[in-house]
């Protein structure tokens, strides 16, 4: 069924406000644009037929249920954050948006785990582990906008993944509504249970198309006692490379280890209106470097502060940096945060092209070098600016658009660079995606980061889970008009 079929819409429409009741559906155009799409913006149609907002597991059965016998699909919707496109409806589908289902459902302190509802967004979640004196560790700038269930249907991973690991390290279980209507109760809270196939671990990052997540249950962990953070002014992306080998071999727990060049740290300035600079002098590339103290008492903290001090005077004696602040409060430490958390909304005026990609981390400088003198010889008119998470390789490329060159045309300039650019991605033994998914975006290209047979079992597996190719059809693979998944 298509928006085209009004007939056959109103009496879906029926079906569903028969099921849910009022207040569960919206069809003005202005609600269908808004939940029709995520903030990746890449020239598809946002053509949504409906929006459903269920509060309960029962009610997402019953649209599921109800939109399989009309024959109607469905894209899952969190807090539509995402940058590839998997949230985002083209062609009619109904929207199911778990926005109302934002309840924090139980933390239980002494087995260290808390279960929500999927739309609980990933702050709150935050919220509620420390009210107990506990941390979910994961974290990324869209926390108080991310819906938890959004960030396990994409294995979302963020700024403390050198520390603390991937979304899917902290999935203690979950309750995932099948295309068929029913409910698969995965793990709880248990922490053994090695009864076969890991089912959690197909959900994980599979993008709404095989299940939608309605109930997660997540690891909690104990928060540091204390952070310190420096930003150090680096010369180049080799001695990027060579300061965060010594800090990892330095007496020091690592908990994170960004990059911004200075392209983004002039952007961040514009943005704030002319705000100061970190540095006197302007430098090739930064580093933001966060540690954690042992103990939260003074003499510990201090000690912890000495042992990265003597790391990076070291380092700069060897001259991979030129000169470093170290933060004195934590107020402090949330301001050099904030240089590098501040800049895609700094780079928003600009309409970015963004690429995620990752990287073994010893390619991270030959990777650089490469992309940028490709960006030079094939699209010298356009910025190139790199931020992202080096101590796991992973980063966030942004080719800016210039004034004087029309959306359209730039868009269709940087997506004739695509090719070359993800071939020198997995020339480096990279992957195309490193915490954003495939969607849309990146579903013509995902061949060059998975082998046939690997795209062959995805295709295998979808074709068991949703036979009929009604969940998120379209995102990650194309699916023939048999419903099943092509490449």
């Given amino acids: 069924m298509t928006v085209e079929q009004p007939a056959l819409r109103e009496r879906l429409q029926a079906r569903l406000l028969g099921a849910l009741g009022e207040g569960r559906l919206l069809t003005e155009a202005s609600d269908l644009a808004y939940y029709g799409s995520d903030r990746c913006r890449g020239g598809w149609p946002v053509r949504a037929l409906v929006i459903v907002l269920p509060r309960t597991i029962e009610e997402i059965q019953a649209t599921v249920r109800i ?103 902290w999935v203690s ?123 939260a008492a003074e003499a510990a903290v201090e000690a912890t502060r000495d042992a990265l001090m003597e790391a990076l005077g070291e380092a700069q004696e060897d001259e991979l940096i030129a000169d470093a602040v170290l933060a004195q409060t934590p107020a402090q430490g949330r301001g050099l945060w904030a240089l590098r958390e501040d800049i895609s909304e700094s780079l928003h005026a600009y309409s970015p092209f963004k690429a995620d990609v990752a990287l073994p981390v010893a390619e991270v400088a030959a990777f650089l070098r490469s992309f940028r003198a490709r960006v030079a010889a094939r699209l010298p008119e356009i910025p190139a600016l790199v931020f992202g998470h080096v101590g796991d390789g992973n980063l966030h490329l942004n080719l800016l658009r210039p004034p004087a060159l029309e959306l359209e045309a730039f868009l269709a300039r940087c997506h004739s660079f695509e090719d070359e650019l993800f071939g020198l991605v997995r020339d480096h033994r990279g992957s195309i995606s490193a915490e954003h998914g495939i969607g849309l975006l990146k579903r013509d290209h995902l061949h060059y980061s998975r082998s046939p047979t690997e795209l062959a079992l995805m295709r295998g597996i979808k074709a068991v889970l949703d036979p009929a190719g009604l969940l998120n059809p379209g995102k990650i693979f194309r699916l023939d008009g048999a419903g099943q998944a092509s490449s």
């Fill in 67 to 169: 939109c399989a016998e009309f024959g109607v699909p469905i894209v899952p919707s969190g807090g539509r954050t995402g940058l590839a496109g998997a949230a985002t409806a083209t062609d009619g589908e109904v929207v199911l948006s778990l926005g109302r289902m934002n309840r924090v459902l139980e933390v239980d302190r002494d087995a260290r785990t808390l279960r929500c509802e999927a739309g609980v967004t990933l702050q709150a979640a935050q919220e509620a582990a420390a009210a107990v004196g506990l941390m979910y560790p994961v974290d990324y700038a869209a926390k108080g906008s991310a819906h938890v269930g959004g960030s396990l249907a994409t294995n979302a991973g963020g700024v403390k993944v050198l520390r603390y690991g991937l979304t899917r390290d």
């Fill in 173 to 295: 279980g979950m309750r995932v509504v099948l295309a068929s209507g029913e409910v698969l109760d995965l793990g709880g809270a248990l922490v053994k249970n090695n009864t076969g196939y890991d089912l959690r671990q197909l959900f994980i990052g599979s993008e709404g198309t095989l299940g939608v997540i309605a109930e997660v249950t997540l690891r909690l962990c104990s928060p540091p006692a204390a952070t310190i953070v420096a930003l150090a002014a680096v010369p180049n992306d080799q001695a990027l490379l060579g300061l965060f080998g010594r800090l990892r071999r330095a007496p020091l727990t690592l908990s994170a280890f960004e990059c911004l060049d200075h392209g983004c740290i002039e952007r961040v300035r514009e943005h704030r209106g002319g705000a100061d600079a970190p540095f006197a002098e302007p430098h090739a590339v930064y580093a933001l470097v966060e540690v954690e103290a042992a103990d």
